[in-house]
Protein backbone atom coordinates (compact mmCIF):
# COMPACT_ATOMS: atom_id res chain seq x y z
CA UNK A 1 0.00 0.00 0.00
CA UNK A 2 1.38 3.12 -0.78
CA UNK A 3 1.61 6.43 1.64
CA UNK A 4 -1.08 8.70 2.09
CA UNK A 5 -2.86 10.72 4.71
CA UNK A 6 -5.35 8.65 7.50
CA UNK A 7 -8.35 10.37 8.43
CA UNK A 8 -7.38 10.97 11.51
CA UNK A 9 -4.65 13.14 9.75
CA UNK A 10 -6.69 14.62 7.55
CA UNK A 11 -9.45 15.57 10.63
CA UNK A 12 -6.37 16.97 12.38
CA UNK A 13 -5.70 19.00 9.63
CA UNK A 14 -9.33 20.20 9.04
CA UNK A 15 -9.72 21.39 12.47
CA UNK A 16 -6.32 23.21 12.21
CA UNK A 17 -7.50 25.04 9.17
CA UNK A 18 -10.91 25.57 10.24
CA UNK A 19 -9.17 27.66 13.55
CA UNK A 20 -6.89 29.60 11.66
CA UNK A 21 -9.50 30.46 9.05
CA UNK A 22 -12.06 31.87 11.84
CA UNK A 23 -9.50 33.72 13.42
CA UNK A 24 -8.39 35.37 10.74
CA UNK A 25 -12.55 36.39 10.14
CA UNK A 26 -12.46 37.66 13.39
CA UNK A 27 -9.09 39.82 12.91
CA UNK A 28 -10.70 41.08 9.79
CA UNK A 29 -14.01 41.79 11.20
CA UNK A 30 -12.35 43.41 14.22
CA UNK A 31 -10.28 45.80 12.01
CA UNK A 32 -13.27 46.48 10.28
CA UNK A 33 -14.93 47.87 13.57
CA UNK A 34 -11.87 50.08 14.68
CA UNK A 35 -11.73 52.04 11.60
CA UNK A 36 -15.54 52.60 11.90
CA UNK A 37 -15.26 53.53 15.07
CA UNK A 38 -12.15 55.64 13.91
CA UNK A 39 -14.14 57.46 10.86
CA UNK A 40 -17.38 57.91 13.30
CA UNK A 41 -14.67 59.95 16.15
CA UNK A 42 -13.10 61.80 12.99
CA UNK A 43 -16.69 63.19 12.20
CA UNK A 44 -17.86 63.99 15.87
CA UNK A 45 -14.72 65.79 16.14
CA UNK A 46 -15.18 68.00 13.00
CA UNK A 47 -18.80 68.41 13.94
CA UNK A 48 -17.97 69.38 17.56
CA UNK A 49 -15.34 71.56 16.42
CA UNK A 50 -17.19 73.21 14.23
CA UNK A 51 -19.88 74.12 16.59
CA UNK A 52 -17.37 75.37 19.07
CA UNK A 53 -16.11 77.93 16.31
CA UNK A 54 -19.40 79.00 15.09
CA UNK A 55 -20.11 79.83 19.08
CA UNK A 56 -16.74 81.51 19.60
CA UNK A 57 -17.73 83.73 16.58
CA UNK A 58 -20.64 85.30 18.44
CA UNK A 59 -20.62 88.53 20.41
CA UNK A 60 -21.47 87.60 24.00
CA UNK A 61 -24.93 89.81 23.10
CA UNK A 62 -25.68 86.93 21.02
CA UNK A 63 -24.65 84.57 22.91
CA UNK A 64 -26.87 85.13 25.45
CA UNK A 65 -29.70 85.14 22.85
CA UNK A 66 -29.71 81.97 22.29
CA UNK A 67 -32.11 79.09 23.59
CA UNK A 68 -31.29 77.03 26.24
CA UNK A 69 -31.14 74.19 24.39
CA UNK A 70 -31.37 73.52 20.49
CA UNK A 71 -30.95 70.63 18.37
CA UNK A 72 -29.00 71.84 15.24
CA UNK A 73 -28.81 71.11 11.94
CA UNK A 74 -25.35 69.97 10.32
CA UNK A 75 -26.66 69.61 7.11
CA UNK A 76 -25.43 73.44 5.78
CA UNK A 77 -22.14 72.85 6.99
CA UNK A 78 -21.85 68.72 5.87
CA UNK A 79 -23.32 68.14 2.72
CA UNK A 80 -22.06 64.89 2.70
CA UNK A 81 -24.86 61.85 3.48
CA UNK A 82 -21.46 60.32 5.72
CA UNK A 83 -23.07 62.86 8.11
CA UNK A 84 -26.72 61.78 7.95
CA UNK A 85 -26.64 59.69 10.76
CA UNK A 86 -25.63 61.73 13.71
CA UNK A 87 -27.64 64.06 16.02
CA UNK A 88 -26.02 67.58 16.98
CA UNK A 89 -27.56 69.24 20.60
CA UNK A 90 -26.55 72.48 22.28
CA UNK A 91 -27.34 73.00 26.14
CA UNK A 92 -26.80 76.45 27.65
CA UNK A 93 -26.92 76.76 31.37
CA UNK A 94 -26.33 80.06 33.17
CA UNK A 95 -23.88 79.99 35.58
CA UNK A 96 -24.03 83.65 36.54
CA UNK A 97 -24.83 87.15 34.41
CA UNK A 98 -21.24 86.69 32.89
CA UNK A 99 -21.11 82.99 32.82
CA UNK A 100 -22.44 80.77 30.47
CA UNK A 101 -21.91 76.80 30.11
CA UNK A 102 -22.19 75.29 27.21
CA UNK A 103 -23.00 71.67 26.28
CA UNK A 104 -22.52 70.41 22.68
CA UNK A 105 -23.18 66.66 22.50
CA UNK A 106 -23.17 64.81 19.11
CA UNK A 107 -25.18 60.88 19.05
CA UNK A 108 -24.81 58.08 16.57
CA UNK A 109 -25.56 54.59 16.97
CA UNK A 110 -22.70 52.07 16.33
CA UNK A 111 -23.17 49.60 13.36
CA UNK A 112 -24.11 47.05 15.50
CA UNK A 113 -26.49 49.26 16.94
CA UNK A 114 -24.74 50.56 19.94
CA UNK A 115 -25.91 54.37 20.78
CA UNK A 116 -22.83 56.64 21.46
CA UNK A 117 -22.28 60.17 22.93
CA UNK A 118 -19.61 62.05 22.71
CA UNK A 119 -19.75 66.26 24.55
CA UNK A 120 -17.71 69.13 24.36
CA UNK A 121 -17.71 71.07 27.54
CA UNK A 122 -16.87 74.68 27.24
CA UNK A 123 -17.52 77.99 29.18
CA UNK A 124 -18.18 81.42 27.72
CA UNK A 125 -17.55 84.60 29.62
CA UNK A 126 -18.17 88.18 28.31
CA UNK A 127 -14.50 88.13 27.24
CA UNK A 128 -14.55 84.96 25.25
CA UNK A 129 -14.76 81.62 25.00
CA UNK A 130 -12.64 79.32 27.83
CA UNK A 131 -11.07 75.99 26.91
CA UNK A 132 -13.15 73.23 25.60
CA UNK A 133 -13.23 69.84 26.98
CA UNK A 134 -13.96 66.59 25.10
CA UNK A 135 -16.05 63.78 27.32
CA UNK A 136 -16.78 60.40 26.10
CA UNK A 137 -20.69 59.84 27.54
Not at 16 to 31: H, K, Q, S
Not at 55 to 74: F, G, M, Y
Not at 106 to 121: A, H, N, Q
Not at 130 to 136: K, P
Request: glycine share 8%; net charge neutral.
Amino acid sequence: MKGGYSLAEVIVAAGIFAIVITGGIAGVRMGFEIVDNSRHHTRVSQILQSEVESLRSLSWKELKQLPSSAEIDINPQFSTSAYDGYTVKRNIYSESSTLRRIEVVVSYDTRSGKPVELKYLTFFTEGGVNDYYYRTI
